[in-house]
């Protein structure tokens, strides 16, 4: 039997999502957990590997197991096993040909900026922060450049083990809720860093040291040397993961369940 799960995680308290042999890893708890429930090894595979920092408001796993329990045994007992810090939001049967990286057709991921003169102590951890005062129009004319397939080559880790560089952008955009600045991107995928690099060059572009027009010329440039630093991680959220219509997994609405911020629907 096949299983699907809703994950959503603080990235503060882990090492990133894939197993570690410290097992500081989102995986190694979940999976530890899951192996409790099911009383044998499970292994999950996930829709996006996060790095160290980086949360989900709802990462997609399956898992393969022979045992029968009740379905929400493997959301409220998996999360009476779990950390504080991680949780369970739905499960479900899925086909056995189901598969949470390979069907995934969307990844959309939040990137959150307070944007004040002092830095955050409430969210430490939960946003980024930048101290100057940002042009949020400039940054909005700058994201609309990323729509569309692109070579993304100027905002790639050199660590990065994609095979292409080219990703399609479904979505990229810029919100303004008071002092938090909410950064939108959805894909087909993401290469490694490629939010946060994206991120680092519309802060740029947007405390003035280049125009909007400088996105364009980084996506033709495709040279990670010529655009801004990679962003911290903790802003950025994992937010959600689209399937195939024939595939009916639970939604959570308007994103509020599990949500970090009141404005998470923006």
């Known amino acids: 039997m096949r299983l699907a799960l809703g994950v959503a995680y603080d990235g503060v308290?882990?090492?990133?999502?894939?197993?570690?042999?410290?097992?500081?890893?989102?995986?190694?708890?979940?999976?530890?957990?899951?192996?409790?429930?099911?009383a044998s090894p499970i292994a999950v595979v996930?829709?996006?590997?996060?790095?160290?920092?980086?949360?989900?408001?709802?990462?997609?796993?399956?898992?393969?197991?022979?045992?029968?329990?009740?379905?929400?045994?493997?959301?409220?007992?998996?999360?009476?096993?779990?950390?504080?810090?991680?949780?369970?939001?739905?499960?479900?049967?899925?086909?056995?040909?189901?598969?949470?990286?390979?069907?995934?057709?969307?990844r959309c991921y939040r990137y959150i900026l307070f944007n004040h003169p002092v830095r955050p102590a409430l969210w430490a951890g939960k946003v980024g922060w930048f101290h100057q005062p940002l042009d949020v129009a400039a940054m909005r004319q700058a994201a609309a450049l990323l729509l569309g397939e692109h070579d993304f080559s100027a905002f790639r880790a050199a660590e990065c083990q994609a095979k292409s560089p080219i990703k399609q952008m479904y979505e990229a955009r810029v919100e303004q809720q008071g002092e938090f600045i909410v950064f939108h991107f959805c894909a087909n995928a993401f290469l490694h860093h490629?939010?946060?690099?994206?991120?680092?060059?519309?802060?740029?572009?947007?405390?003035?040291?280049?125009?909007?027009?400088?996105?364009?010329?980084?996506?033709?440039?495709?040279?990670?040397?010529?655009?801004?630093?990679?962003?911290?991680?903790?802003?950025?959220?994992?937010?959600?993961?689209?399937?195939?219509?024939?595939?009916?997994?639970?939604?959570?609405?308007?994103?509020?369940?599990?949500?970090?911020?009141p404005f998470a629907g923006a």
């Open 13 to 38: 308290s882990f090492c990133g999502w894939q197993s570690q042999p410290n097992a500081c890893g989102v995986q190694d708890a979940l999976e530890k957990a899951l192996s409790q429930i099911a």
């Open 46 to 106: 996930c829709a996006g590997r996060t790095d160290t920092g980086v949360h989900a408001i709802e990462q997609v796993v399956h898992f393969d197991t022979a045992a029968n329990r009740p379905m929400q045994a493997w959301v409220r007992g998996v999360n009476a096993l779990l950390p504080a810090a991680v949780a369970v939001q739905w499960a479900q049967q899925v086909p056995d040909d189901f598969h949470a990286r390979f069907l995934a057709q969307r």
């Open 194 to 261: 490629m939010v946060r690099n994206l991120v680092g060059s519309l802060v740029y572009i947007g405390k003035g040291s280049h125009p909007p027009g400088w996105m364009g010329e980084l996506l033709r440039q495709r040279d990670r040397s010529k655009a801004a630093p990679t962003f911290a991680p903790d802003g950025l959220y994992l937010e959600r993961v689209a399937y195939p219509a024939g595939i009916a997994l639970p939604q959570l609405g308007d994103g509020s369940m599990g949500a970090p911020l």
